[in-house]
Each structure stands twice: as C-alpha cells, then as structure tokens.
C-alpha cells in the first residue's frame, strides 16, 4: 500500500499532502524548505535576502544588544535545545526573573501569534523590540538605550559593511528598525521539518517510526485523546501563515486555550501575577488562555507549559489526562479546554515515543543557524 493512504488513516489527508512552494518573495534568497512546507510570509517592507539574513545572525547571537552585554537573543533561545532555553521561566540581563519561559523559534515563521497570551504581536519586526527595549520585565535592557545602541553596533568594525549590504538603498542603514529587520529575516529562515515524523509523512519512509511510535501516531489524532485540535498543521501549534493564503486580520482566537493548569479557587482561576489572555481582554473567559507552544522537538524543550510548571511528557499527558493538572472535578464548565481521557501506562509510553519522534536533530545542529563566532 502506497506510503500516504497508510498514513491518511492517521493523519488528515491535508497534513499529508505536499504543499507546492511559491515564488520566493526576493529573487537574492532561496528558500529551502523541507517537503510538505509552504514558503513563509514575508513582509513587503522587508524582503529577504542573503546579506540580510547573515546580518541577523549576527546580531541574534551578539550581546551588544543587551544593556550589560551580558546577554544575546540565543541566550534565550538555544539552538540545542530548538531555541528555547531550559529554564521553567526567563530571566533578563539584569537578574530580573520572568513569569513565563522562552517560546521556541523553530517555525516561527508561520506562526500568526507570536507570543504567549498577546495576540496583538504579529510581525516578527515588532516582536523583536520587546526583549530589546522592554522594562517590564527586562530582559536585554536597551529601554530608553536606543542611541547607545546604535553607536555600538556603527563602532564595531564588522557591522557597518555588513549593514551596508543588507541594505544598499540607504545612506545611514545603521537603525534600529534595520536591526530588527534583520533579526527577523534571519529568524524566518528557522524552519523545521525532518524529525521522523517528517520522513514518514512527506517522503514515504515507512520504517520511520519504530511500532510504538506509530501507536503513539494513532492516539496523537484519535478522537479520544484529540491533541490535534490544538496541536494542528505542520507546525504542530495550530493556524499557520504563509505565502499565498489570504492571512488572518487579527489572531485567531482558537490559538489560546485554558487547559486547567490552575484552579485556585474553584472557579478555574489562575496565579493573579499571569492569568493569560484574560489580563489584556478583560473577559472572564479568557482566563487562563495561553498559545498552543509547537510540538516540534518538544522533547529538547523542558520544562513544559508557559511557566515551566511541568517537567516531563510524561506529566504533561497524566495532567491532560485527568482535565487539567488541577483535575476536573470541581471546575465550573468553561474553565478549561480540557475534558480527559482514558490512558494507560502502555499508551502513554506509546504517545511519548510518537513526541520524541518530532526531533529533529538536523534543526538543532544546523550551521545555518549556529552561532557565527564558533566558524
């Protein structure tokens, strides 16, 4: 039997199906995306390029970009561990501790919602502001530091030509908002796609997953454990962007989901420091609301959840498991996403062997993607 009806009987028959790539949005970059993923969207005021994307590399691995130069963008988000960093929760420059952990990067491309309960960040442009400039907390503490910046970056002898490549329309290309392009340019170019998984789906390799992988494959998009659902796509997180769809005006309110982390007070709510979504909408609903983090090389990127609260897979499916590591019984309808499931100890090493398979190792060793200074 042909390799995609075998797995059309586990996967949606759209997952499987290759997606033809579109013309790269500059005719200086080629993109090489793995079999099965469409070309990533490209903002027109920022079109990719070779010189562009070797700049911000560059500066996601400097730590000029930090008030005390003690940290980089890759601080946080490490290649090894599919840029994330390891820790349950962030912590700044200055010693400041964060109330959520890094995101990963790996697609992040694709994704319509950048952060985890902000569904106003949609460019990877803006996003990449927030760690530089912002104070609340602070992560790499340039606020209110945008001219020191600047200069150090014009006083380090490999920057000016190299901004001068990247961008040969300007006269004075040494800005902030080309450092950010850069970053981002750079950053969508992180795509992630040959775990197992990958080469079974998209190139057929049927001996791919080892039969306990397949079974975790089968309850991954059962019906009963239904992780998929929020879990979706390619890029295993749900809605994905890209070149030629008509894109999303604003985020999809089906990227945030409460999934009974917490319930404190028997009403579903959450730590008053964080609780989601809820703390921008105002809405009572949204509390405890938080992205769908990607699935891909999920195995590197412990702890688990947006607080790192979870350590293991092996907990994360007991809690989901039960409705919600606060458990269901107790919570009003709504609080939580989450209804629970029947497991056993055989399907859950099962299901855990199927994540493990989401790794790609080429990802987290690329040169591509390493820090330049190790060349």
């Not at 890094?102 to 952060?115: D, E, F, I």
């Not at 990247?166 to 902030?176: D, G, H, Q, S, V």
């Not at 005006?249 to 945030?256: D, G, N």
């Amino acid at each position: 039997m042909a390799a995609a009806l075998l797995v059309a009987a586990v996967v949606p028959i759209a997952a499987v199906m290759p997606v033809a790539a579109a013309v790269p949005p500059s005719a200086a970059w080629e993109w090489r995306l793995p079999p099965g993923f469409p070309t990533p969207r490209v903002p027109a005021d920022n079109p990719m390029s070779a010189a562009k994307v070797d700049l911000g590399r560059r500066l996601f691995y400097d730590v000029r970009l930090s008030g005390n130069r003690t940290q980089a963008c890759a601080t946080c988000h490490r290649q090894a561990r599919a840029f994330t960093d390891g820790r349950a929760r962030g912590i700044g420059s200055t010693g400041e501790p964060h109330r959520r952990g890094a995101m990963s990067l790996a697609n992040v491309g694709y994704q319509v919602s950048l952060t985890w309960a902000d569904p106003r960040l949609r460019r990877l442009e803006d996003q990449a502001l927030v760690p530089m400039l912002g104070t609340h907390p602070v992560e790499m503490g340039m606020g209110g530091r945008e001219d020191e910046l600047i200069a150090r970056l014009a006083d380090a002898p490999l920057y000016p030509p190299l901004f001068a490549m990247a961008f040969p329309e300007e006269a004075r290309p040494i800005r902030l908002d080309n450092v950010t392009r850069a970053i981002a340019a750079f950053e969508r170019t992180l795509i992630s796609g040959d775990a197992p998984y990958d080469r079974l789906v998209y190139r057929g390799e049927m001996t791919a997953l080892s039969d306990a992988a397949w079974r975790g494959m089968r309850l991954f998009f059962s019906d009963r454990l239904a992780c998929s659902r929020c879990h979706a796509g390619p890029t295993f997180s749900g809605p994905i962007d890209h070149d030629g769809t008509a894109g999303f005006p604003e985020a999809p309110r089906p990227l945030f989901h409460n999934t009974g982390l917490y319930n404190l007070d028997g009403k579903g709510a959450y730590p008053a420091d964080d609780t989601g979504l809820e703390q921008l909408t105002g809405h009572r609903r949204d509390m405890g609301k938080f992205k769908a983090p990607t699935l891909r090389n999920i195995a590197l990127t412990a702890p688990y959840m947006h607080d790192g609260s979870v350590t293991t897979l092996e907990e994360v499916v007991a809690a989901y498991a039960r409705g919600g590591r606060a458990g269901g019984a107790g919570r009003p309808r709504g609080a939580s996403t989450l209804t629970g499931f029947a497991i056993s100890d055989t399907e859950t090493r099962d299901l855990v062997e199927f994540l493990h398979n989401l790794t790609d190792e080429r990802f987290v060793s690329d040169p591509r993607f390493a820090d330049p200074a190790v060349e």
